[in-house]
């Protein structure tokens, strides 16, 4: 069969389930490659992570006997089958995004329930494993994990241990939740080859439990301002007043 990719947010990032997608077709002998307008396909899968207000969808129709739309921009009930969603992606559709980079998930879900956020609707309100390392890295020295919660999931210990072995370097791209940080977990994290830590502050009365953690973490790893980032979510639920006193209170920190 002839099948056509489209990535409806554009190139900007891979798309992970359209890489998987193309890996299992490859597997079983079809052609695959990204949809052109006047070319005619067995079948096209149409993916998309944002709503229309991020990532409008495309103005034309693709021409294929069967047409699949897919992602959270077309609604949170779609998923791949087990036997695609454990496929290794194939990286080479998105030749100058994924060199020498890794791209995946360890863990789904998270426990917060934010109402600004899709993860627990989408994922449930528990963090589990659903895959090791080597189910979509080999070797690559860049890994990029898209993980909502990472630390949040029974099995964190065995799952940092892993990105240790690999001595990759490792972006926690959705972030780290700072309020589940121990000791134990700040001296394994310490030892994840990593050039930028993602935190967030986004709930103002987390205050009392947030900057306890974050100098507790700050004086077991050493961390400082040069490879760190605390996204604060501002007027969602919050005063202009107390968005400016988390961005000064971090700032002094």
């Known amino acids: 069969m002839r099948i056509g990719l489209i ?8 798309n992970l389930a359209l890489m998987k997608i193309s890996a ?3 597997q079983k002998g079809d052609t695959v490659e990204w949809c052109l307008p006047l070319d005619r396909y067995d079948i096209v899968y149409q993916s998309k992570v944002f709503d229309e207000t991020y990532s409008p969808d495309i103005d034309w129709l693709p021409m294929a006997d069967e047409v699949i739309k897919g992602g959270t921009g ?31 998930f360890l863990t789904r879900g998270c426990p917060r329930g934010c109402k600004f956020c899709i ?13 090791d390392l080597e189910e979509f ?10 993980d909502p919660n990472i630390l949040a999931c029974r099995e964190w210990k065995d799952l940092l241990q892993q990105l240790i072995d690999s001595k990759a370097w490792v972006d926690f791209n959705q972030g780290l939740d700072i309020r589940l940080m121990t000791e134990e977990k700040a001296e394994m994290l310490k030892q994840v080859k990593i050039k930028q830590w993602h935190f967030a502050w986004d709930r103002y009365e987390d205050k009392d439990k947030i900057l306890p953690k974050f100098k507790m973490f700050k004086d077991i ?33």
């Open 74 to 104: 077309y609604g949170l009930d779609n998923i791949l089958p087990p036997e695609i969603e454990h496929m290794y992606p194939d990286y080479s559709i998105y030749p100058e995004l994924t060199k020498d980079t890794a791209y995946g």
């Open 137 to 146: 890295w080999r070797g690559q020295k860049n890994i990029v994990l898209l």
């Open 24 to 26: 299992w077709h490859k």
């Open 119 to 131: 993860v627990a609707e989408k994922e449930g309100r528990r963090a589990y494993k659903v895959a």
């Open 221 to 253: 790893t050493g961390i400082n301002e040069r490879n760190l980032i605390v996204y604060v979510l501002c007027n969602f639920n919050t005063t202009f007043e107390q968005d400016l006193e988390r961005i000064n209170t971090l700032r002094e920190m």
């Open 7 to 14: 990535d409806v947010d554009g190139h900007n990032f891979p």
